[in-house]
């Protein structure tokens, strides 16, 4: 069974009239038997839609479908859903046994069935083995599971992850995610997940929702987005290490990385320009314009203007003859794979992360020219960010 | 070195409480165990005929009151403090519940506690009044003629004015310790993650449910608390008593055995006739007795609340 959100929007007020719009007319279809990861940035409306899907918030508007049936008005104990809690929420009183068939006994399924079917439940998550124990004698990990558990003993049609793995630390974090992979395959149940994590988010999700301000940015498999991101906040909210991001300019269908004085412009308020000497400025502006690929070569065409290029880090490619030249300050190699980290020539402070093959050999100090993959690097409107 | 350092700085602190209580409690605890063991002690010479072990509490046990203290004791306790307990319980999670007024209906249920007893005693006296109380006036608009609650002279009948005054004596009770429960009730509550309330409803709980499976297991260190500490307080009944019938503890023109004395009112009549020989050390003893019970009742509570209390 599919969800569907239409238009969905939550605006929470403020006890001083001031209104938070939490969700923005949010679109999203959730498809069936699909492992979703709900993603972006802290207070981006993400807990706030998985409520309103599981019915503990209302929406403002917008309706929400469970396959053809409408469940906006529906109270969240007639939905159907299993929801595991950022921090569980597991009733401190109650053994592993007990919190398992809570759910069960509310709908007063006979006695025997309901602890088969906690067993089994348990069984499935792995912890089969703790029944008699009390939430406070269990590992952050096996806690999760327990809550779990608790989600999916009554066979919800849906099952709704908040930020599951944020308690854990990161060895256990990798662990469980895999575990939550392989009982959504198991149970083949429509999931979502919530996550700020975006490595986490891609590692496991069929399809990954980005979220920012409560504005859905974009839809799809993970590989895809980060492929094809259609806007600079998904570009740089993908991927570690993150995306560079280099001011350029369009002109005449080329793509020029911008001049050392578009850089200044961009970290220093313009209006100190006044008060420098000519010299000064002078010395600050680099009058070269590198033309580092055209546009035609993208595919695209885009008119002249000013553009922010992002390039991931693994789209360098060392080359003699590229136009790019860089000093490299740091160099890690790890494994397969060499990190280099090297300063802006016009910034000293910033710096970009540069991932390629380690059969290069560059140490710091090193002036290196590079030349781009062109499917790794992007092309943004300065102004509004949408991918050219 | 540092550690020590801080030991004798909390001394320090602790000090001035500890002599207060050494003057002002200990040393009256230790006084009234050697004064309940004293035979024939005299109050205003401070001499006594050597020593008794139990000639005190045998002279306790054999006062005309005594079966009618820990009669009326025994009743205050045991049927105020469950009442007391659960309509506070209820009161708490109501009130928990609502949104509007939470404040100010907190305060109203608050009230209480900030207000004296004795003036307390006098209003619910007044409430409770044949000819103008309110709660005849209120049984009036419903036809029920008034009822003799606590005052007898006009007539009714002698033989149920002990239950009649034990009645309103119990409303009163239970009414004038609801403010302190519901206040800790209620903080007890709002600590309560209100995410166990979301998984709850998510898993279709019903109500009675949440309130027995949820609530109540969560609320259970400040229910174990509450039942405690009211226990001992209930058994130490006498300024309610006081205050709703004045100082011979019955309706006026009640029998004296429909007297409404509790132990605590013992050891008080054993002082008021201090100058009795030995009156001061029967009271000693009467409360050395209610102590007893209070430990012993205690204990067992502690003991249950082992099993049943989730901290
Ligand atoms: N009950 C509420 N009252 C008012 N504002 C709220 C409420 N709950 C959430 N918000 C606001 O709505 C926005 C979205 O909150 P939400 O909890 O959905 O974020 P989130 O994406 O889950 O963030 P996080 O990753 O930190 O959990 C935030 O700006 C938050 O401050
Ligand atoms: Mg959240």
């Known amino acids: 069974m599919d969800i569907k959100l239409q238009k969905v929007t939550k605006i929470f007020q403020a006890k001083d009239k001031s209104e938070t719009v939490a969700v923005n007319a949010l679109d999203v279809v959730i498809p069936s038997g699909k492992l979703i990861g709900l993603l972006g940035p802290s207070g981006c409306g993400k807990s706030t839609t998985l409520y309103m899907i599981a019915g503990l918030l209302e929406p403002n508007e917008g309706r929400i479908f469970f396959g053809d049936e409408d469940v906006t008005d529906l109270p969240p104990e007639e939905r159907g859903i299993g929801l595991v809690f950022q921090n569980y929420a597991l009733y401190p009183h109650m053994t592993v046994r007990q919190n398992i068939m809570f759910p069960l006994e509310n709908i007063k399924v006979p006695k025997q069935e309901a602890l088969s079917r906690a067993q089994e439940m348990a069984d499935l998550v792995g912890i089969g083995e703790l029944m008699d124990r009390k939430p406070k004698q269990l590992s952050g990990g096996q806690q999760q599971r327990v809550a779990i558990a608790r989600a999916l003993v009554k066979q919800p049609r849906v099952l709704l992850l908040d930020e599951p793995l944020s308690n854990l630390d990161a060895r256990l974090r990798l662990q469980t995610r895999e575990e939550i992979k392989r009982i959504q395959r198991e149970t083949g149940i429509t999931t979502v997940f919530v996550t700020h994590d975006q490595e986490e988010a891609m590692s496991i999700s069929d399809q990954i929702v980005l979220m920012d301000f409560g504005v859905k940015q974009q839809v799809g498999e993970p590989q895809f987005v980060y492929d094809k991101p259609i806007n600079l906040f998904v570009a740089k909210f993908l991927g570690t290490p993150p995306i560079n991001l280099f001011a350029g300019e369009i002109v005449k269908n080329k793509l020029l990385l911008a001049d050392g004085k578009k850089y200044r412009t961009e970290t220093q308020a313009p209006e100190h320009q006044e008060d420098l000497t000519e010299d000064a400025i002078r010395a600050m502006t680099h009058e070269v314009k590198v033309p580092i690929c055209n546009v035609e070569i993208m595919d695209k065409k885009a008119p002249d203007g000013d553009v922010v290029i992002g390039i991931r880090p693994e789209g360098f490619v060392v080359d003699e003859k590229g136009p790019l030249e860089l000093e490299i300050f740091m160099v890690e190699t790890i494994g397969r794979d060499t990190s280099l980290v090297v300063k802006d020539p016009f910034d000293d402070n910033k710096s970009y992360r540069i991932i390629i093959d380690s059969s290069y050999r560059v140490k710091a100090g090193d002036k290196v020219k590079f030349s781009f993959k062109p499917d790794k690097m992007f092309v943004f409107d300065k102004t509004s960010g949408d991918v050219l | ?311």
């Open chain 2, 1 to 311: 070195m540092l550690e020590k350092q801080s030991n004798v700085k909390a001394w320090l602190y602790l000090a001035p409480a500890m002599l207060l209580l050494s003057v002002f409690t200990f040393y009256p605890l230790f006084n009234a165990f050697f004064l309940a063991f004293l035979r024939d002690y005299e109050f205003l010479l401070g001499s006594a005929r050597g020593f008794t072990f139990l000639g005190n509490f045998i002279n306790v046990i054999n006062k005309p009151d005594f079966g009618i203290a820990m009669k009326n004791t025994a009743v205050i306790t045991f049927v105020s403090v469950p009442i007391a307990v659960i309509v506070a319980l209820m009161i708490s999670v109501a009130l928990n519940s609502i949104k509007k007024f939470q404040g100010f209906l907190q305060t109203v249920f608050f009230l209480p506690y900030v207000t004296n007893a004795i003036a307390i005693g006098m209003a619910f006296a007044f409430i409770f009044h044949s000819d103008y109380g309110l709660l005849n006036t209120m049984l009036g608009w419903v036809g029920i003629d008034p009822i003799n609650w606590i005052n007898l002279r006009q007539a009714g009948n002698a033989d149920t004015s002990w239950i009649r005054a034990m009645f309103a004596l119990l409303v009163y009770t239970i009414w004038g310790g609801l403010a302190f429960k519901i206040m800790v009730f209620l903080s007890g509550l709002q600590s309560i993650d209100k995410q166990y309330y979301d998984a709850a409803r998510i898993d279709a709980t019903p109500k009675r449910r949440v309130f027995s499976k949820i609530t109540v297991p969560l609320l259970s260190p400040m229910i174990a608390y509450i039942t405690i500490t009211s226990f001992i307080g209930a058994f130490k009944a006498y300024r309610t008593i006081i205050g709703m019938f004045g100082e011979s503890l019955r309706p006026p023109g009640a029998l004296s055995k429909d007297s409404l004395i509790t132990i605590v009112g013992l050891v008080y009549d054993s002082l008021a006739h201090a100058d009795a020989t030995g009156a001061i050390s029967e009271a000693a003893a009467a409360s050395i007795i209610l102590f007893l019970i209070i430990l012993a009742f205690t204990l067992i509570q502690m003991q249950v609340s082992k099993r049943r209390v989730h901290f």
